[in-house]
């Protein structure tokens, strides 16, 4: 099958076709008139135009059946195209989403892993509450800057959202980030350049330093006050 329409070529010659036997049609009514005027000739060249006529009314005839069934296959031509393309396109749709699937069952499959990982650390939360020397408090430090994320005893609920809006890829064709839509939620972030942000881990573990350090010191002062208890009982001895 020609690659092209087909219609065209066959109007075109159907409208020349039409053409010349519209000449012919003008040219009989001067031959009748002739021949029943008795013009010398007249009858023969009436007659001859009556042939052409007739052969131009059939080939007019069979060009437009031969143009209506081009139109038809040119349209089924072009409805088959059609049908083709959206084949190809539901094709490549399939792959995209099956794609789109696989992403999915990683993300489940990370978030599962976060949650496992999240549930330990809130174990070791709860046992590090617990283990905290008596007569010492741990201190409420606030981690990242101006304390925006929260304190490091307690759910850290804005340092995991800073880290994963820290950690949001860079789209393939250079319009922004993907970022998980829940870690949009804090207005610091969203102001703030993700490049410009520490690792969530050294922000946590920089908190802990600083609580840790508290804690020793208020040791040292426990220790240095029961010392100085001893000393001193021991010198009214």
Same mark, same amino acid.
């Given at each position: @099958?020609?690659?092209?329409?087909? *219609?065209? %070529? $066959?109007?075109? #010659?159907?409208?020349?076709?039409? =053409? /010349?036997?519209?000449?012919?049609?003008?040219?009989?009514?001067?031959?009748?008139?002739?021949?029943?005027?008795?013009?010398?000739?007249?009858?023969?060249?009436?007659?001859?135009?009556?042939?052409?006529?007739?052969?131009?009314?059939?080939?007019?005839?069979?060009?437009?059946?031969?143009?209506?069934?081009?139109?038809?296959?040119?349209?089924?031509?072009?409805?088959?195209?059609?049908?083709?393309?959206?084949?190809?396109?539901?094709?490549?749709?399939?792959?995209?989403?099956?794609?789109?699937?696989?992403? @999915?069952?990683?993300?489940?499959? *990370?978030? %599962? $892993?976060?949650? #496992?990982?999240?549930?330990?650390? =809130? /174990?070791?939360?709860?046992?590090?509450?617990?283990?905290?020397?008596?007569?010492?408090?741990?201190?409420?430090?606030?981690?990242?800057?101006?304390?925006?994320?929260?304190?490091?005893?307690?759910?850290?609920?804005?340092?995991?959202?800073?880290?994963?809006?820290?950690?949001?890829?860079?789209?393939?064709?250079?319009?922004?980030?993907?970022?998980?839509?829940?870690?949009?939620?804090?207005?610091?972030?969203?102001?703030?350049?993700?490049?410009?942000?520490?690792?969530?881990?050294?922000?946590?573990?920089?908190?802990?330093?600083?609580?840790? *350090?508290?804690?020793?010191?208020?040791?040292?002062?426990?220790?240095?006050?029961?010392?100085?208890?001893?000393?001193?009982?021991?010198?009214?001895?």
């Amino acid at each position: @099958m020609s690659q092209t329409s087909r *219609a065209p %070529a $066959v109007a075109q #010659k159907l409208e020349t076709a039409i =053409s /010349e036997r519209a000449v012919l049609h003008r040219e009989i009514g001067q031959a009748a008139l002739d021949a029943a005027e008795g013009v010398r000739g007249a009858d023969k060249r009436l007659a001859d135009l009556r042939v052409k006529i007739a052969a131009a009314d059939r080939e007019v005839d069979e060009l437009e059946k031969a143009h209506a069934l081009a139109l038809h296959l040119d349209r089924q031509k072009a409805a088959t195209a059609v049908i083709d393309m959206r084949a190809e396109q539901m094709a490549e749709f399939t792959v995209r989403v099956q794609a789109r699937d696989g992403a @999915m069952a990683k993300v489940m499959e *990370a978030l %599962a $892993v976060v949650a #496992k990982a999240y549930g330990e650390f =809130s /174990e070791a939360t709860l046992a590090a509450q617990i283990a905290v020397p008596i007569g010492t408090t741990a201190p409420q430090v606030g981690m990242g800057k101006n304390g925006v994320l929260g304190p490091s005893f307690g759910p850290c609920e804005g340092l995991l959202l800073a880290e994963l809006w820290r950690l949001g890829p860079a789209r393939k064709d250079g319009v922004g980030r993907f970022v998980v839509p829940f870690a949009k939620a804090s207005p610091f972030m969203t102001s703030s350049d993700h490049r410009d942000l520490s690792a969530g881990i050294e922000e946590f573990r920089k908190a802990d330093q600083v609580v840790m *350090a508290e804690i020793e010191k208020q040791i040292e002062r426990m220790n240095s006050a029961v010392l100085r208890d001893v000393e001193e009982k021991a010198a009214a001895a």
